[in-house]
């Protein structure tokens, strides 16, 4: 299967023209995310930590299974990619795998394609800004930025 995007393959689809290269929406709900971990900036470096831990393992697993067509493993994974993310309020990757399990759950094969696709594009975009030192503060000036 060819997992790559393009413009043909999207067009119509509101959020993945969204994540299409060029985007320069921020990669972190800094706003939502202060708000859901009390304003403890300690805490959320402690559970951005474990995201970075825990995650990698998850979506290499989910590409395992999209590998071997196993829709049942290509759910839960997708299932707890999106779930952790909603956690550190990476809200597009959240959405890229919500669409992802929809897709597996219809069982349609063009939007697991496409859907996976984006998945791992979010799923690297997300995981590179949060193993960056600065991010907590590239977060915090894109909030700004954005008020």
Known sequence: MDYTLSKEKIAGHE??????????????NWTQLTKLMSNDEDFIKD???????????AMDAL?????????DEMFAFAHKIKGSAETVRGDLLAQAASLFETA??????????????????????????????????????KTKELI
């Open 15 to 28: 959020l993945l023209d969204r994540l299409l290269p060029g985007n320069d929406e921020p990669v972190i």
């Open 47 to 57: 559970v951005v930590e474990g995201w970075l831990v825990d995650n990698p393992a």
């Open 63 to 71: 590409t395992k299974a999209v590998k071997a067509n196993k829709f």
């Open 104 to 141: 597996v759950e219809e069982r349609k094969l063009e939007d697991i394609k496409i859907t996976f696709a984006v998945v791992q594009k979010e799923f690297e975009k997300f995981k590179s800004f949060l193993s960056r030192s600065d991010w907590m503060e590239i977060a915090k000036n």
